[in-house]
């Protein structure tokens, strides 16, 4: 079994994963065999060609000659580059389908896969974890080309997720100190697929590795995945009250059901989702509400 980081370092390095066949070969290298299947033709012709030399004006030119020829043309002064004769297929850019390459990939993570659902620019919603420590948290795919593309789109995952998830990375490059901290601070899983997914002599994927945790240094358990303390109970107690409010005013409020608020507060426990909701919908944040704070414009009520 081997590792595949030309493969997914070339899904860093080919911008909106389109390029002619050659160019995912030399891009991809020994691993071109596992991309390969996965590349479906575009209707597009492409604009250059490999060169295997460096000279400043290479690489290659595609050049259509009309009726299904092509050839690739140096683009050096002196042609120093040989001519390339290029069938209508060779031309054309392929797309890489990534939603084919990943669902075996994320089946051998334990991963349950799901069509991938475009969350936002670079990042995918691609399944859902089965893996012991990260079970049921949604899966997210980042694809960066640049180093302020995953910081941004990390930034965006951490606003838009009030509770943990999975990330899924095709490499570290693009990892810094300052995202790293982030996702520790919000208890985020990382995968990395260069360093913890191989490939065996039948092509089949297979997991190499634990699940990266980014937690804080002696926090060794699971995330939770309901919270709650006496003191937020106390709070939203005294919050409905210094607000005039019923249980079913507030709990529409706080986009929960009556149920959902009747048992938290009856046993101080609530998914940490729901439970942020009902945060924000007082203007706190969570740590404040599990802390019994109240928003500033209320008072508490007397206490005898």
Same mark, same amino acid.
């Given at each position: ?82 001519r390339v004769p290029l069938t209508r297929r060779e031309a054309l850019i392929h797309r890489l389908d990534l939603g084919g390459l990943l669902q075996p990939v994320l089946r051998a993570? +334990? ?5 991938? +659902? ?11 974890s089965e893996q012991a420590r990260s079970r049921n948290f949604p899966a997210y795919f980042l694809l960066a080309h640049a180093a302020s593309i995953h910081r941004a789109a990390v ?79 106390? +709070? ?17 409020? +706080? ?50």
């Open positions: 079994m081997r590792k595949l980081p030309k493969l997914w370092r070339a899904l860093e390095g080919i911008p909106g994963l389109l390029a002619v066949p050659e160019v995912w070969r030399q891009e991809c290298g020994e691993d071109f065999q596992v991309a390969a299947p996965h590349l479906k033709p575009t209707d597009r012709i492409g604009g250059r060609y490999p060169c295997p030399n460096s000279f400043a004006d290479c690489p290659r030119r595609i050049i259509d000659y009309d009726e299904d020829e092509f050839a690739a043309i140096c683009q050096d002064e002196h042609q120093r580059c040989e993570a +334990a991963i349950r896969p799901q069509p991938m +659902a475009q969350h936002a620019p670079g990042v995918w919603a691609v399944g859902v930034e965006r995952l951490l606003l838009d997720m009030s509770d943990s998830f999975l990330l899924i990375l095709p490499t570290n490059q693009y990892r810094t100190v300052e995202t790293e901290g982030r996702m520790r601070d919000r208890r985020v899983e990382c995968l990395c697929l260069e360093d913890q997914v191989l490939v065996d002599e039948q092509g089949e994927f297979q997991w190499a590795g634990a699940v990266e945790t980014c937690r804080a240094a002696g926090d060794l358990g699971p995330v939770p995945r309901s919270v709650g303390s006496k003191e937020a109970v106390t +709070a939203i107690k005294d919050y409905i009250q210094a607000r005039g409010l019923s249980q079913t005013e507030f709990s529409i409020q +706080a986009g929960i059901s009556e149920r959902t608020l009747r048992s938290f507060l009856a046993h101080a426990k609530m998914r940490r989702s729901a439970l942020d909701g009902v945060a924000k919908s007082m203007g706190l944040t969570l740590e404040q509400l599990l802390r019994g704070e109240l928003p500033a414009s209320v008072k508490p009520p007397r206490r005898r």
